[in-house]
């Protein structure tokens, strides 16, 4: 398991980074092409396409089949935090930008931190008397189960935003838009 370690370890730091910074650019560049509520439709559109291979990882027979595949998730599911960080940034008022940023940054470590970890072990713990050795495989795959839900409530955030962009400007506009969607 020490080798795994040492492998897991540079690899989500190299491709995390890339996938936090370049997530955070792509969104930014489709937001200013199509509006603020594309940034978080991208982030519903990559944590899909993480999700298969996370499912892949943790049901993968072999190490060696593992952690490739586990870099491909990583590159897709990090990708939610250059774009979230950016939307906050530009849906919040100028004097609560650090607030909002703090607030963010409390609940996504406590719950990925605190409460993720806690119950997974929990879970896992559960699962030992069905499964042996591979309940914490298995706690870790159903806590994936749960990554719909983020992509919904993603989705669900860029309808809103959407519109929103659209009241505010049928209401600039002085009446309902004309055009189509």
Do not use: C
Not at 7 to 28: E, R, W, Y
């Amino acid at each position: 398991m020490r080798t795994v370690g040492l492998i897991l370890g540079p690899l989500v730091a190299i491709v995390g980074t890339i996938s936090g910074v370049g997530g955070g650019i792509l969104a930014d560049r489709w937001a200013r092409k199509r509006g603020l509520h594309v940034q978080s439709w991208l982030v519903a559109i990559l944590k899909t396409i993480a999700l298969p291979f996370l499912i892949a990882m943790y049901l993968a027979p072999d190490v060696r089949i593992a952690i490739p595949v586990y870099a491909i998730a990583v590159l897709f599911q990090s990708s939610y935090l250059g774009p979230t960080f950016a939307l906050l940034q530009g849906l919040a008022p100028m004097r609560l930008r650090a607030m909002w940023a703090a607030i963010t940054l409390l609940v996504i470590n406590l719950i990925g931190l605190g409460l993720g970890p806690t119950a997974i072990g929990a879970i896992s713990d559960a699962f030992r008397p069905f499964v042996g050795e591979e309940s914490l495989r298995y706690a870790s795959l159903t806590t994936a189960g749960l990554t719909p839900w983020a992509i919904w409530h993603y989705w669900r955030a860029g309808v809103l935003l959407k519109r929103r962009a659209v009241a505010s400007f049928d209401d600039a506009a002085g009446g309902p838009m004309l055009a189509k969607n």
